[in-house]
């Protein structure tokens, strides 16, 4: 009968090389706290940037890891909404040394500033960055209205 | 100085957030193009064979990040494009875009010549492959 036996380096060695398997200090990197995800107060996940130009109202949100399969957007009225979740798979056979990253499912509704059209709503998901485009309801679209010159209308007289 | 990790899918952040939508309002913060880099969220696991470090680094691209070992340092920087044009009108400016940079010490049983790296959805995953002579061994033991 034979008894299968596993060598490996001695504990204290093993020790140390976990140990050199950190950060070093990066000159130059830094992070202002308000850049740093969520501001402090908007806990809700995930963190979304948000503008407008005249016709479409645009969103974006940060979810690497994800594929498309794995982020439900949905519109309606004037509320967003953002769904998903993520898994990590580990490595076959693998042990943790450093865990910073989350399994996560989230969901958040978000007020748009106007309404728009649920049919113009288009979502991409491209190297972890969500970007949705909506073009906003007519009513709300700036409408450009032409100066006539009183003489050429002919309507003004008195 | 201590750096704030970006990324909000960190291992605390798994709330769910089902509330009504939220109102909003102009908060007077764009999206921001940021200048300073971001040290992305990272994860390291080891196997018998290597060490894997994940990270979180989310609208780059396979050629704009460059990976260096310098002895027993590897340093990663990935070069992020501006997104936003600074004359859109804002609503919500959660957080910024700008370059991720971090550096991980690494142990000398990783076969520096051996390592690669692969940039999917989003996220960076590079493998440190070990030296041979750095793998557990399975030795027989015969009965006598």
């Not at chain 1, 908007?42 to 982020?71: C, K, R």
């Not at chain 2, 992305?40 to 780059?60: C, Q």
């Not at chain 2, 070992?69 to 700008?98: C, F, I, K, M």
């Amino acid at each position: 009968m034979s008894t299968r036996v596993v060598l490996r380096p001695t504990i204290s060695r093993l020790h140390n090389e976990v140990d050199r398997l950190f950060d070093a200090v990066f000159p130059g990197a830094m992070t202002p706290q308000w850049m740093s995800g969520p501001r402090p107060g908007t806990t809700s996940m995930p963190a979304v940037n948000m503008w407008e130009d005249e016709q479409h109202i645009y969103a974006e949100a940060e979810l690497p890891g994800l594929t498309p399969d794995q982020v439900q957007v949905s519109v309606l009225g004037d509320a967003l909404t953002i769904s998903g979740n993520r898994q990590i798979n580990l490595p076959e056979g693998a042990t943790v040394i450093r865990r910073e990253r989350g399994d996560v499912s989230f969901e958040r509704s978000i007020r748009l500033p106007a309404e728009v059209q649920s049919d113009s709503v288009e979502a991409s998901l491209r190297n972890g960055v969500l970007t949705i485009s909506m073009a906003k309801a007519p009513e709300h679209q700036p409408r450009r209205i032409e100066v006539r010159s009183g003489d050429a209308s002919g309507a003004a007289t008195s | 100085m201590k750096r704030k990790e970006r990324g909000a899918m960190t291992n605390q952040t798994t709330a769910i957030d089902r509330s009504q939508p939220q109102a909003i309002e102009q908060t007077g913060q764009s999206p921001v193009n940021s200048p300073v880099s971001f040290r992305p969220v990272s994860d390291v696991f080891e196997t018998d064979e290597a060490f894997f470090i994940s990270a979180d680094m989310p609208g780059t691209s396979s050629d704009a990040i460059d990976l260096c070992v310098e002895g027993q340092t590897l340093t990663v920087h990935a070069r992020v494009q501006p997104r936003y044009d600074s004359n859109a009108r804002a609503w919500l400016g959660e957080y910024g875009v700008g370059d991720f940079r971090r550096a991980f010490r690494i142990g000398e049983n990783v076969d520096t010549e051996r390592i690669d790296a692969d940039y999917q959805n989003g996220v960076l995953t590079i493998r440190l492959p070990k030296h041979q002579d750095a793998r557990p061994r399975r030795i027989e033991v015969r009965g006598g």
